[in-house]
């Protein structure tokens, strides 16, 4: 196989990143789980502090079309636009018809998983540390969905790559979720945060759907594609077979 392209490479270190601020939440909710509690104050400032960061910036990011991010996110710009001459207008509309189909299911589960949280932590099942930690993993699984399998790819969405994924800019939300139902600055800042980029995408997607489809766009082609972002996701990529 040959080396990671540069894509690859700063998706990994992003990776790494969030695996380490995933773990040291972990360590913090088994052995200093108070640190978790951000309505509460106290020690663990800096560790609420990173976590906090990590994901807002994570959101706030897929704003710039000059991030360097993956086509996946920017391809919502007119810079990450290729057209492909003469598209068929008719297979645009069944092509978004169909992905709307699956962002639905994926909304449906993701909402129905959290607001259970919210209703559990109302109840008092659930703590600040429960979905400080939730969020954390949520941060975590978000790059593990574009690098490594993607739960919502293979049985709800069956989009080719994340390349040519339709709520590739969900995540931002979904990150945020666990933490819908607090009412506190530090949940409430990310999770309309999320809901600001998850806004801008489905505005952007509904004016110009040609961006989002790989028979519109040649961008979202597999043979135009130097990112190779798939190259270690299961189900296997054919290309890496």
């Known amino acids: 196989m040959s080396p990671p392209t540069p894509m690859a490479r700063r998706y990994l270190r992003d990776f790494a990143f969030r695996l380490a601020v995933f773990l ?7 052995f200093r789980t108070q640190w978790l ?16 960061l990590g994901v807002i910036s994570s959101m706030l990011v897929q704003l710039n079309p000059n991030s360097g991010l993956t086509t996946g996110c920017l391809k919502q710009y007119p810079s990450g ?4 001459p003469n598209y068929d207008a008719v297979k645009l509309r069944a092509a978004l018809r169909q992905q ?12 129905a998983l ?8 109302r109840r008092g099942v659930l703590d600040i540390p429960d979905l ?9 699984c978000d790059l593990v969905c574009v690098l490594f399998f993607c739960p919502f790819q293979t049985f709800l969405m069956k989009n080719r790559c994340c390349v040519n994924c339709r709520i590739f800019a969900w995540g931002s939300w979904m990150m945020a979720a666990p933490l819908m139902c607090v009412p506190h600055w530090y949940a409430q800042s990310l999770f309309w945060t999320g809901v600001l980029v998850l806004a801008v995408w489905e505005v952007r997607l509904r004016r110009h759907p040609e961006r989002f489809w790989f028979g519109s766009n040649r961008r979202l082609q597999c043979g135009q594609c130097t990112e190779q972002l798939c190259r270690y ?4 990529s054919p290309r890496f077979r």
């Open 24 to 30: 040291l939440v972990a360590w913090a909710y088994c």
């Open 37 to 52: 509690d951000f309505t509460a104050g106290g020690p663990g400032g800096w560790l609420r502090a990173l976590l906090w």
């Open 81 to 84: 636009f290729d057209p492909l």
């Open 100 to 111: 709307d189909r699956g962002a639905i299911k994926v909304a449906v589960v993701w909402l």
């Open 114 to 121: 959290n607001l259970t949280f919210g209703l559990l932590y």
């Open 132 to 140: 400080a930690l939730l969020c954390a993993l949520a941060f975590l």
């Open 233 to 236: 996701k299961f189900p296997r």
